[in-house]
């Protein structure tokens, strides 16, 4: 089983909202991630998290706020979104173990289509 | 600056006939590479890989070649069918122990005519 889940698939929210977006995966992958996609462009990563802890931010603004509470889980908190905020939000998932070749290999959701009006 | 390139923004093949892809990186300390599948309003779909110390990898009907001197990678798909048509990226990653970043190229559409 390779299935990364995410909710909700689409996201209509205004400026002044909060938001959560969420990612499930029971591959007993131990890396998980959140990129960005504009269309026409290419995934760009915002966060990695590494056994639960945050190892990577792509100098991402603070109305976008990550958050792993176990190692199935990961969460994409939102506030005071911007209008070009608007865009796929990809999870992905990793086996995460150091020294894997696979440890590469990362395996996408479906995304979260989110608009911000 | 485009670390990971794909030059081609698309590329229309018969059915039956091979697709070549392909992908140029500038980036020396790069030591494993991806291809991605993507349909439209989907997440991308992991293909097919090869580490560095390889120069050719086979999966059924896809075949990646890499020629670290030229600091390029092709895919193959042989042979190519209407269903293979999508956007295909290519990724480059430095390793980075337990997790790594990747790099992706702009992307290429593939069309296959029936």
């Known amino acids: 089983d390779t299935e990364v889940t995410q909710t909700p698939k689409h996201l209509v929210m205004g400026m002044t909202n909060k938001k959560s977006l969420k990612c499930e995966q029971h591959m007993g992958h131990r890396a998980m991630y959140w990129y960005k996609q504009k269309a026409k462009k290419p995934p760009e990563l915002m966060f990695v998290?590494?056994?639960?802890?945050?190892?990577i931010n792509e100098s991402v603004p603070s109305r976008f706020s990550p958050e792993c509470p176990n190692s199935s889980l990961l969460n994409l908190h939102l506030h005071a979104l911007q209008p070009e905020d608007s865009a796929l939000y990809l999870c992905a998932s990793s086996p995460g173990l150091a020294g894997r070749q696979n440890s590469y290999e990362q395996y996408f959701g479906p995304g979260t289509r989110l608009t911000v009006t | 600056d485009q670390q990971v390139k794909q030059n081609s923004p698309s590329l229309s093949v018969q059915e039956g006939r091979i697709s070549i892809l392909n992908c140029d990186y500038t980036n020396s300390m790069f030591d494993y590479f991806l291809w991605y599948k993507k349909y439209p309003a989907e997440g991308p779909t992991f293909l097919i890989s090869i580490s560095s110390i390889k120069d050719k990898n086979e999966d059924g009907r896809f075949t990646v070649f890499l020629n670290k001197s030229a600091k390029h990678l092709s895919l193959h798909i042989v042979p190519s069918q209407p269903g293979d048509s999508a956007v295909y990226f290519c990724?480059?990653?430095?390793?980075?122990?337990?997790?790594?970043?990747?790099?992706f190229g702009t992307g290429t559409l593939l069309a296959v005519q029936p």
């Open positions: 998290y590494s056994y639960e802890k945050l190892s």
């Open positions: 990724a480059a990653s430095a390793y980075g122990g337990a997790t790594n970043k990747l790099i």
